[in-house]
């Protein structure tokens, strides 16, 4: 199936950006559990400003990233799955603004203060895992991106190139629950960690899909 050439580029940069930022978080998140950033290690640890900065940067590129692989998707399908992808880009969207901010401020605004000590009056914005404003947020967004991963891949099912992902789209929405519950059962961290494997090859299939599309 052939699709222009904008399409076929903004899938490209977007699939790769996004295969790319999450294997590099997926790695940096293991190295934090590990205590290689400084932290006291595992999943409840807060961040040291390293470990803000190492952990986040590609979070933050892979919010961007990740919503322009769903545009890509709703320009590539036929007509008929148009909808539910342009659903999955909504979701995406929402996922990308919200973590996006958490991001932006944590490592513009908090690690320089964590760093030099001065915290008083930032409470509300610290990073703790489980035991703050912002995670809570981070949580909600990862949701919304693990969902509007399930319907991407909804939308790809069928797609002769697109639709190899699919099953790593539908496994990456499955961790929906576990992402949505972890304020209140933090265990399901261990479920919800199963993302680093699973969104990363949804990602990099996509991007081999879109290297394989005919611009026409």
Do not use: N
């Not at 000590?117 to 035991?131: H, K, N, S, W």
């Not at 496994?171 to 961290?189: E, N, R």
């Amino acid at each position: 199936m052939a699709v222009s050439i904008q399409t076929r580029t903004l899938g490209l940069w977007g699939a790769g950006a996004s295969a790319l930022c999450s294997a590099a978080y997926t790695i940096a998140q293991l190295g934090e559990w590990l205590g290689w950033l400084g932290s006291a290690g595992g999943p409840g640890a807060q961040s040291t400003p390293l470990g803000i900065m190492v952990l986040l940067l590609p979070s933050l590129i892979l919010g961007p990233a990740w919503v322009a692989t769903l545009a890509a998707i709703a320009a590539a399908v036929p007509r008929g799955a148009k909808g539910v992808a342009l659903a999955a880009l909504a979701l995406g969207s929402m996922y990308a603004a919200l973590t996006g901010l958490v991001y932006f401020v944590q490592i513009t605004f908090v690690a320089p203060r964590l760093a030099g000590g001065a915290v008083t009056g930032i409470e509300l914005l610290l990073f703790v895992p489980y035991r703050s404003f912002l995670f809570a947020i981070d949580l909600y967004g990862y949701s919304l991106m693990c969902a509007s991963a399930a319907l991407a891949g909804w939308a790809v099912h069928g797609h002769a190139a697109l639709g190899r992902a699919r099953l790593w789209l539908w496994l990456t929405g499955l961790l929906t629950p576990a992402l949505a519950l972890q304020m209140t059962f933090p265990w399901l961290i261990w479920a919800g960690s199963l993302w680093g494997v699973s969104f990363p090859l949804a990602s990099l299939l996509l991007w081999r899909s879109f290297a394989e599309l005919k611009p026409g």
